[in-house]
């Protein structure tokens, strides 16, 4: 990993062949049901949610998913997600909370859609309230990185009480290009702008962004397998620990958690 | 900006005086052209009509300063963390520099002011942003100072009024400025689990993280006439579709019709507005 450059994770977590959300709930989610629609508008097919079991646990999971082949891609928007996908993506997480099923969410996006019926449909209004509900919610969430978790598309589902990231993905305000094109007036700078935002795992785990890592292999062909199991030992081991606490000391700990980002004294 | 525009008005009307009777007004910048009817405009009779043009309406963009002058009672404005120190989290080059040589030069702290006020004697707790510091772009100290005035607010069971003007994350902060969002809007359910009242007036323009975030959830969101307020930049909008955008599209009259706000207030009225708001709610 140290001989990465930000720009070479930045490739490889856009890497078409890189397993998908999609991938990953069929190999470590037993019994999934896909639910669909935001019961208001629509049903936006960059976000898969439904429920299912991780190691014996119910859980409900959400995940971004890009799409595989030229066909897939388009119907699901390249993962850049619409207000309905937000919308939908809020109602499975209240419906956890009333189930008491933890939350998972696998965070793959280029960013929310910046289309003409995204704002005409509230978008900014609806990653707003996911943050705020997110928040709140009574029951644990754990987020997950899988590849591009590319600004407030991203964090529209990428708020809980873990915030992990595959050794490979990149997490970041903005593109690399788009920082570059606007910071230095000059998009070819991207690698630069890749290694300056802190946009790697192991940046945003020295930045306090992140809590945890999980491993790949170098071979994108070994890391379905390989990855699953990392993925879902880690989230067994985590929802063990999130599990225990108070529901009171769960939502404590969430506020603290992102309250302390950014924090000065004055 | 429109300053500079202003600026450069008064400076090119400055090279030709005009047959005019306050034509030495116009040497010592006594005048402004409206940008959207192109009329001139005296100075004063901008300001004495709150900063919007007498001649069509066009609401001008204003300083945080001269906001809470307008809206809070004389007197009453005790404003709170003042001087939050920087951070630069990515150490972006130059950063820093750029914030000091831009607080010398505006007399302004951050992109936002928080503090305690009366609006006709009604107390709360206001945060207004500054579209004249960094595009009111919001880093870790916007994003702080919002939070404890949220958590002011909280303490002291106040109602929270912030005006938005805002050009989304600021992105010299890196990512630490994208978890300001999620901050602030956590900061948000704490003071709706509180009971209290939260009140966002969307000003021109107000995009991207900030509109992604604490200002669209307000229990009741006002906005200025015609204000730029959305998400993605209409550039931005405009490349991915490949087409023109309809005319007003993105404007407070195209929000309140596709329902993401409640009402849109003149500046004018913006004050008594508030007051009404807040009477209503007094138990």
């Keep these: 990993m ?3 450059t930000a720009w070479d994770i930045v490739m490889l977590a856009r890497d078409a062949q890189r397993p998908k959300a999609k991938d990953y709930i069929e190999s470590i989610v037993d019994d999934f049901i896909e639910f669909h629609g935001d019961r208001a508008f629509g049903d936006d097919k960059s976000i898969i949610g439904g429920i299912g079991r991780i190691n014996g646990t119910v859980v409900t999971v959400i995940g971004q998913e890009k799409g595989s082949t030229t066909k897939e891609k388009m119907e699901r928007n390249f993962g850049m997600t619409n207000p309905e996908g937000y919308r939908k993506a809020l109602r499975l997480m209240k419906q956890a909370e009333k189930f008491h099923r933890p939350i998972i ?120 397998e390989f990855v699953s199991s990392e993925l879902k030992e880690y989230i067994t081991k985590t929802l063990k620990k999130l599990t225990k606490l108070k529901t009171e000391d769960l939502l404590d700990l969430r506020y603290e958690k992102y309250r302390k980002i950014g924090k000065m004294e004055e | 900006m429109v300053i500079d525009k202003i600026k450069k008005v008064n400076n090119a009307e400055g090279e030709k005086p005009q047959k005019n009777t306050k034509a030495a007004d116009m040497l010592v910048g006594k005048w402004v052209k ?35 002058k307008q809206i809070i009672d004389e007197g009453t404005f005790i404003e709170t963390y003042e001087n939050m120190p920087e951070t630069d989290p990515i150490h972006f ?80 902060e890196g990512m630490i400025s994208l978890m300001q969002m999620a901050k602030t809007s956590a900061a948000v359910a704490k003071l709706d689990d509180a009971g209290l009242l939260n009140i966002t007036v969307f000003t021109d323009p107000t995009t991207g993280g900030v509109t992604a975030s604490f200002a669209s959830l307000g229990d009741i969101i006002l906005a200025e006439p015609n204000a730029l307020i959305g998400f993605a930049g209409p550039r931005v909008i405009e490349q991915t579709i490949n087409q023109k955008l309809p005319e007003g599209f993105q404007r407070s009259e195209f929000l309140l019709e596709h329902g993401f706000i409640d009402k849109i207030v003149e500046r004018k009225d913006m004050k008594k507005t508030l007051a009404q708001i807040l009477e209503l709610h007094k138990n």
């Design chain 1, 105 to 224: 969410t696998f965070v793959d996006t280029p960013g929310a859609y910046p289309g003409l019926g995204a704002e005409e449909r509230g978008q900014g209004e609806a990653i707003a309230r996911n943050l705020m509900e997110m928040s709140r919610l009574k029951t644990p969430i754990i987020s997950i990185v899988i590849g591009e978790g590319s600004s407030g598309g991203a964090l529209g589902i990428c708020v809980g009480d873990k915030i992990a990231m595959l050794e490979n993905s990149v997490y970041s305000v903005l593109s690399p290009e788009g920082f570059a094109s606007i910071l230095y007036k000059d998009a070819s700078k991207n690698k630069e702008a890749a290694e300056k935002m802190k946009i790697t795992a192991k940046d945003l785990k020295e930045l306090g962004i992140i809590d945890d890592i999980i491993k790949e292999k170098d071979k994108q062909e070994e890391n379905l």
């Design chain 2, 34 to 68: 409206c940008d959207a009817c192109k009329e001139i405009l005296y100075k004063d009779d901008v300001h004495k009509n709150f900063s919007v043009c007498p001649n069509c309406g066009k609401h001008f963009r204003i300083s945080a300063r001269r906001r809470i």
């Design chain 2, 93 to 172: 080059d130059g950063y820093i520099k750029k914030i000091e040589t831009l607080k010398e030069k505006t007399k302004i702290q951050e992109a936002v002011t928080t503090g305690f006020g009366e609006i006709h004697g009604n107390k709360v707790v206001i945060a207004v942003m500054d579209g004249n510091f960094l595009m009111g772009s919001m880093g870790s100290v916007v994003g702080e100072k919002i939070t404890l005035a949220i958590e002011d607010a909280i303490k002291e069971k106040l109602p929270f009024i912030i005006f938005c003007v805002s050009g989304g994350a600021r992105m010299q």
């Design chain 1, 2 to 4: 140290s001989k990465k």
